[in-house]
């Protein structure tokens, strides 16, 4: 069903020559924040906000940034990860990526889900989570009694995702997707 949400997401776009402006997300929970009997409405409300704060991948065009972000001149958005610098520059800890890079990531996805897909259809279902920066999503996990993972039994062992530069994660993306078609 999402594969073909997608598949169908990737045809639209290409025939409406659509740009994807970017990927967000945020936390639905609602924040719960302490503060001091000195602190005002305002910084309250600023507090709970920047709990509300997007998290993911934005075009990197700071026009975007703006449509985006209708109160953002200069300096860090309240709303989505990116800042501007003086002449419209891109701030160095903006998360973004560059329209070639989203359609890189558009196809890395239909890929693994494509590759997943596969693996579960051919019985392939392993147990085995990430750890990635010494976390581990098991502690979390709904499915922890069902699931039984234990990296001391034999078989069991994690998907060490490593950190990466970025740069290394978008040709290593590219890189996949290549030896896919064969190039």
């Given at each position: 069903?999402?594969?073909?949400?997608?598949?169908?997401?990737?045809?639209?776009?290409?025939?409406?020559?659509?740009?994807?402006?970017?990927?967000?997300?945020?936390?639905?929970?609602?924040?719960?924040?302490?503060?001091?009997?000195?602190?005002?409405?305002?910084?309250?409300?600023?507090?709970?906000?920047?709990?509300?704060?997007?998290?993911?991948?934005?075009?990197?065009?700071?026009?975007?940034?703006?449509?985006?972000?209708?109160?953002?001149?200069?300096?860090?958005?309240e709303?989505?990860?990116?800042?501007?610098?003086?002449?419209?520059?891109?701030?160095?800890k903006?998360?973004?990526?560059?329209?070639?890079?989203?359609?890189?990531?558009?196809?890395y996805?239909?890929?693994?889900?494509?590759?997943?897909?596969?693996?579960?259809?051919?019985?392939?279902?392993?147990?085995?989570?990430?750890?990635?920066?010494?976390?581990?999503?098991?502690?979390?996990?709904?499915?922890?009694?069902?699931?039984?993972?234990?990296?001391?039994?034999?078989?069991?062992?994690?998907?060490?995702?490593?950190?990466?530069?970025?740069e290394?994660?978008?040709?290593?993306m590219?890189?996949?997707?290549?030896?896919?078609?064969?190039?």
């Open positions: 069903m999402q594969l073909q949400l997608l598949t169908y997401l990737d045809a639209v776009s290409k025939q409406e020559n659509a740009q994807p402006a970017g990927v967000l997300y945020f936390n639905l929970n609602e924040p719960i924040e302490s503060s001091s009997k000195n602190e005002t409405a305002e910084e309250i409300e600023k507090k709970i906000r920047k709990e509300f704060k997007m998290a993911g991948l934005v075009l990197a065009d700071v026009r975007v940034f703006r449509m985006m972000d209708k109160n953002l001149k200069q300096g860090y958005s709303i989505i990860p990116v800042s501007v610098l003086k002449g419209d520059e891109i701030g160095k903006s998360s973004v990526a560059t329209k070639e890079q989203f359609q890189i990531l558009q196809k996805i239909i890929k693994t889900i494509k590759d997943i897909s596969k693996d579960i259809l051919s019985g392939k279902i392993e147990i085995k989570p990430y750890y990635k920066n010494k976390k581990v999503p098991c502690e979390y996990c709904k499915y922890k009694s069902i699931c039984m993972f234990d990296k001391n039994k034999f078989g069991n062992e994690y998907n060490y995702v490593p950190k990466l530069p970025k290394q994660v978008w040709e290593n590219e890189k996949e997707i290549k030896e896919e078609k064969g190039m």
